[in-house]
């Protein structure tokens, strides 16, 4: 079955339910090794040799939702909260800018001191001071606010549904609805963001028919990224005690949103390096992905915005980061982008 799958690929058909779950299945490492070399010539075919940087700014870590895996959902006590002010933000988007990033984007939790008019006020700020494209990860809002944001100059927004199995999805977010995390993607879109989402694997409850069908989900809204990471568990949520998800995993569901997606972004995650600090991005880049997220919040933040226990470069600054990433990079012979990494989606 292996090898009518990979003649598939190679002929560019379209993968069914059944060939993803045989392929998330795939033990023995050469059958890997062909799966990931194929993924690798979709990406260098649709997405290009260059690997595009996104500086994350973790601006606040209130959030008003309750999702069970979260270190900030709002029943956490432990958590220190903060909130980045107004110029502290556009002083990171100008350190951001000067390091060569051409996208920033502003990830918080749900929020809602950040009103849409304060929102607006820091969007347009931004445009007027800095070249960069602007991507929002700032969780479920109004349509008529997305639409507020996408006038000011934000571009792109980024809202994963973590698994598109409905009963998980409910009893991962107790206090949110699987349809109306749909429907927002699906406006998102109509208002002309370039829209991103994702998933964690290793959830637990979580099956490889999940996956597939997370997979076949990622094509039907044709996003323009995909946030694939996996599942750390963290101490201070309802979900303590599990088990992790895991690299291997992780790589094949990279490789088979790349074959499924083609145009999609795709990061190599920090949630992939923090469990193979040694060379977890680099090898997510081999075989897939072609974007990263350097974190340029501000070092005083980082430990507080915990959506799992043990991020790496919590304690690097900026600038330290920036030296990093490019190093890791170039050490696989990838150009990094000098562009915005705008949706190379055909029209």
């Known amino acids: 079955m292996l ?16 060939d993803l779950v045989f392929l998330l299945g795939l033990k023995r490492r050469e059958d890997l090794e062909a799966l990931y070399h194929r993924a690798d010539l979709y990406r260098k075919k649709y997405a290009g040799e260059e690997v595009h940087l996104r500086g994350l700014i973790e601006f606040s870590n209130y959030c008003r939702k309750n999702c069970c895996y979260c270190g900030i ?38 929020d809602m001191y950040f009103t849409a008019d304060r929102l607006v006020d820091l969007i ?13 990860s700032i969780g479920e809002r ?14 792109r927004t980024l809202i994963r549904f973590e698994t598109s199995n409905r009963v998980l999805y409910q009893k991962l977010h107790p206090d949110s609805d699987y349809d109306e995390r749909m429907t927002q993607l699906k406006w998102q879109k109509e208002i002309g963001f370039q829209v991103g989402s994702g998933i964690m694997i290793g959830l637990p409850g979580q099956t490889m028919e999940d996956l597939a069908g997370d997979i076949l989900k990622f094509k039907e809204l044709e996003l323009d990224m995909v946030g694939v990471g996996p599942y750390i568990c ?17 790589f094949k569901v990279i490789a088979l949103t790349r ?13 992939l390096a923090t469990l193979r600090q040694a060379d977890g991005r680099e090898r997510a880049l081999q075989l897939g992905a ?26 690097e600054d900026a600038e330290k980061c920036h030296g990093c990433i490019h190093g890791r990079i170039f050490s696989i012979d990838r150009p990094v982008s000098k562009g915005y990494g705008h949706s190379v989606w055909p029209g």
């Open 73 to 110: 959902r709002r029943d956490n006590v432990k958590a220190r909260r903060y909130r980045m002010p107004n110029e502290e933000i556009l002083s990171t988007v100008t350190l951001a800018e000067k390091l060569g990033y051409r996208t920033v984007v502003l990830q918080s939790g749900e």
């Open 142 to 155: 109004p349509r008529e606010e997305y639409e507020r944001f996408f006038k000011a100059g934000a571009d």
């Open 124 to 136: 347009k700020r931004i445009k007027q001071q800095s070249d960069v494209a602007i991507t929002l």
């Open 259 to 271: 074959i499924v997606t083609r145009y999609a972004h795709i990061p190599a995650t920090t949630a």
């Open 3 to 18: 090898e009518e799958i990979l003649q598939k690929i190679d002929n560019e058909q379209d993968l069914n339910k059944e």
């Open 290 to 315: 072609n974007v990263v997220m350097p974190n340029v919040t501000p070092v005083e933040y980082r430990s507080a915005y915990e959506l799992y226990p043990a991020k790496v470069c919590i304690y």
């Open 234 to 250: 963290h101490q201070d949520t309802p979900l303590k005690g599990n088990d992790n998800g895991t690299v291997e995993m992780t």
